[in-house]
């Protein structure tokens, strides 16, 4: 029997993701292969986390999670100073990019997104029958004017990606605060800040610091990204207290398990661990940014764990760093890549192997 799609979701691919690197490994015979090709932390979580999942007994195995991640919601709470009530935790940021529209939007109300920027807003609105409507960012940042001009009577939810996946780039706060002051208050902006631990800033400059102010703002965080917790599957989301209730009513109650609370509580409280990753981190980003401009390469300034520039030809490019064990892609304009930010060594020899292949 031949399953018909719904017409909202025809035109939706599925997701290809990058080789696993033991995969290209033993195809290319490599002795290593890294992948930097899906901004995943490569430090890799703190060793605090490992130990929590092995000394994990199992005992409460047999019995639902729960549903609320008391210990992980306290701990957040104390964090961002915010409301407990205010948190609700997904299975990865993913589950709430799917879950936000399944709940507010109607088919035919619009989706107002910045682009280039993370594409499953945009796809998993389309699965509801949102219309999308991006405006391209302007002079490597966010076309602040144009996003207010697109607002119409259908917006329903306003995507702003900050730092912003794939360009790198940060909006100060203050730019944040002065779109929301023209939002009008009926339409819901979700301020994803799923890098921001890798800008270094202070919580002062996060949209968290505003969140009282705007009763239509919402703030997204994941355990992914800078706290290398990808494989274990944990965001979350601060919301104000109407709109936590209808989406904690529309998510699965058990979205989250027990072992990831576990684990990425674990993570939370090594706070130095994760001070060290994103001073690493930061070294590193100066270093690939004096090469950018050494090289002239136009690239986007970078605030995260990855950069975005442009090559003259990025397919050969790729190839041949495939070949010595880099995975790299190219990222919504043609010979552009974006690359994930590799550790001090792998970052010498990327250098040099690029150095060579671009001269
Ligand atoms: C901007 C942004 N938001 C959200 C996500 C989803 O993260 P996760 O589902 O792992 O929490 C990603 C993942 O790459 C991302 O880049």
């Known amino acids: 029997m031949k399953h018909e799609a719904k017409r909202s979701t025809a035109h939706l691919s599925r997701y290809v993701p990058d080789l696993e690197p033991e995969q290209l490994q033993e195809q290319m015979e490599l002795e290593q292969a890294i992948r930097l090709s899906m901004n995943e932390s490569v430090y890799g979580p703190s060793p605090k986390v490992i130990e929590a ?31 407990p009530d205010a948190f609700v935790f997904t299975n990865g940021l993913d589950e709430m990019i799917q879950t936000l529209p399944r709940t507010f939007v109607e088919a035919g109300d619009e989706v107002l997104v910045h682009t280039p920027t993370f594409p499953e807003y945009a ?48 909006e100060p706060l203050s730019s944040i605060q002065a779109f929301l002051d023209q939002v009008p208050a009926h339409i819901l902006v979700v301020l994803d800040e799923a890098y921001f631990e890798f800008t270094g800033l202070p919580e002062s400059q996060s949209g968290v610091a505003i969140f009282d102010q705007y009763p239509n703002l919402m703030i997204m965080r994941t355990f992914s990204k800078a706290y290398g917790l990808a494989n274990i599957r944990c965001g979350y989301s601060i919301l104000h207290e109407a709109a936590a209730e209808i989406v904690d009513a529309t998510r699965t109650p058990f979205n989250v398990s027990g072992l990831t609370e576990l684990a990425a509580l674990a993570g939370f409280q090594d706070q130095a661990y994760l001070a060290e990753v994103v001073e690493a981190t930061r070294l590193e980003r100066e270093k690939w940014l004096a090469f950018l401009d050494d090289m002239q390469l136009t690239h986007y300034p970078s605030y995260t764990n990855f950069v975005m520039f442009e090559v003259p030809d990025a397919a050969q490019l790729i190839a041949n760093l495939r070949e010595h064990g880099y995975m790299l892609t190219t990222h919504s304009f043609p010979n552009w890549i974006r690359l994930t930010l590799p550790n001090a060594q792998d970052g010498a020899r990327l250098r040099d192997l690029m150095r060579q292949a671009l001269s």
């Open 123 to 170: 796809s998993q609105a389309q699965v509801d029958g949102a219309r999308i409507v991006a405006v391209p960012n302007k002079n490597f940042g966010i076309d602040w004017e144009g996003m207010r001009a697109a607002i119409t009577d259908r917006t329903k939810l306003i995507y702003l990606c900050n730092p912003n996946n794939p360009t790198a780039s940060l």
């Open 53 to 83: 999942i092995q000394e994990w007994t199992g005992a409460h195995a047999h019995r639902y999670p729960d549903t609320r991640l008391t210990k992980l919601r306290h701990a957040l709470a104390t964090y961002h100073n915010v409301h």
